[in-house]
């Protein structure tokens, strides 16, 4: 079914103050720098405005990829069974060439979370997997912050719909981009002024994890008694990251997180998850994780099990963490009590860990580490980055530090 356009339920203002934020904070694009930007075909008008700032701020060229509900449908209901082992890599071995070049990433989010719901598990677990292979020359340059790239977001009806199924879609649209404002501080008369004090408050937790250099967390409430070993030489970041380009970026807007890397080998217990999980058109919930020597050994979910799985054995790293995120149960976005089914907004709501690829940006002098010290030092390598909800009010974590030591850092889901 093809949805209207609602596009005039967004507050114009707002919209082209957060297209001017994903260049100037998301991104800080420099002068001469070209920029890859992908966006679903709703988010057109987000899109206009996010290129006209980027030409205003110097950029050389904007090339814009799109995609569309319909036609992912059509390959689910039309396409040949072979072809869903298939990807375009000359697509994305052009975005690498892109970054290799110097190019800036800018993703906008927003895709319906359940499109592919009633689609073949199998297909799409074979469509994900073809592109998580073709997408990982471009990924490994995001992943180890090579560049400075963002993601925002726009309300697509189709998701609006979703997280608000009881409104008209207009009325639903509308708050639905309200909320995204909120997130994304771009509600406030100096949305730039927020967000640097915003990097203020992110960098003195960070800051403060940094300092305390625990061995591992230890997670603990309904359904979850996690250790969390960190990696060997791991740092903590939050907010704004400098990329080896020396630009300074946001990757995410929103966030609320510090995060850092995991020890691929020194995960024990288990865990259940807080939140959905909206993982490419699929919506997987209720998952519980076992895990024995950093790997997961068991898992299941009420929702999207089988797609779970398909995740799980993409390749040998797929069962291990590249992340672990610390976010207070009190953060913007989960006081404002909308479940988003999108991992951007929700996992800003929760604590949260991340199936397989490690950010080399994660470890002390990472820039210089060359893949197979990263290796050494228990950062994981796959094919895969998936974030997912763990945290919650009836959460607490404490740092255990080398000697054994327990240190609180979180009661309740709130800073201790």
Not at 59 to 85: C, K, P, Q
Not at 373 to 398: C, E, F, P, R, T
């Amino acid at each position: 079914m093809t949805l209207p356009d609602l596009s005039a339920s967004i507050d114009p203002h707002k919209l082209d103050k957060l297209a001017e934020v994903a260049i100037k904070v998301g991104l800080q694009l420099q002068k001469g720098q070209d920029l890859v930007l992908t966006a679903p075909l709703v988010a057109v008008p987000l899109v206009r405005l996010i290129t006209a700032h980027a030409y205003k701020a110097g950029a050389s060229t904007v090339t814009t990829f799109y995609s569309d509900e319909e036609t992912t449908l059509a390959r689910y209901r039309h396409g040949h069974d072979e072809s869903f082992d298939r990807a375009p890599n000359w697509l994305y071995d052009g975005m690498a060439k892109a970054y290799e070049n110097g190019a800036a990433r800018l993703a906008i989010a927003g895709d319906n979370p359940m499109l592919l719901a009633h689609e073949d598990p199998a297909k799409v677990g074979r469509a994900n997997k073809a592109t998580s292979i073709a997408y990982k020359p471009a990924l490994e340059h995001i992943s180890n912050f090579d560049i400075n790239w963002n993601i925002c977001s726009y309300p697509n009806p189709s998701w609006a719909k979703l997280v608000f199924p009881d409104l008209p879609l207009e009325e639903a649209v509308r708050k639905l981009a309200d909320a995204i404002f909120a997130a994304s501080r771009v509600d406030r008369d100096d949305p730039i002024g927020a967000w640097a004090d915003h990097n203020a408050e992110l960098r003195k937790r960070s800051t403060w994890l940094n300092g305390e250099r625990f061995a591992a967390l230890h997670f603990t409430g309904p359904g979850t008694d996690l250790t969390v070993g960190l990696a060997d030489g791991h740092e903590w970041h939050g907010g704004a990251s400098t990329a080896k380009n020396g630009v300074t970026c946001n990757p995410n807007i929103p966030t609320e997180e510090v995060f850092t890397t995991p020890h691929a080998l020194k995960v024990e217990g288990h865990v259940s998850s807080t939140k959905p999980l909206s993982h490419q058109g699929t919506l997987i919930d209720d998952i519980q994780v076992r895990f024995e020597g950093g790997r997961i050994v068991e898992a299941k979910a009420s929702k999207g099990e089988a797609v779970l799985n398909k995740v799980l054995d993409t390749d040998e790293g797929a069962r291990r963490l590249g992340e672990v995120a610390l976010v207070p149960h009190s953060s913007p976005i989960s006081a404002s009590g909308v479940l988003f089914y999108n991992t951007l907004f929700d996992e800003n709501a929760s604590c949260h860990i991340a199936l397989g690829q490690c950010y080399s940006k994660c470890f002390l002098d990472g820039a210089s580490l060359s893949q197979d010290q990263i290796k050494a030092q228990g950062g994981n390598s796959s094919l895969i980055h998936i974030d997912w909800m763990i945290g919650s009010d009836k959460v607490d974590i404490d740092g255990i530090r080398a000697d054994g030591s327990k240190v609180p850092v979180m009661r309740k889901g709130e800073w201790a």
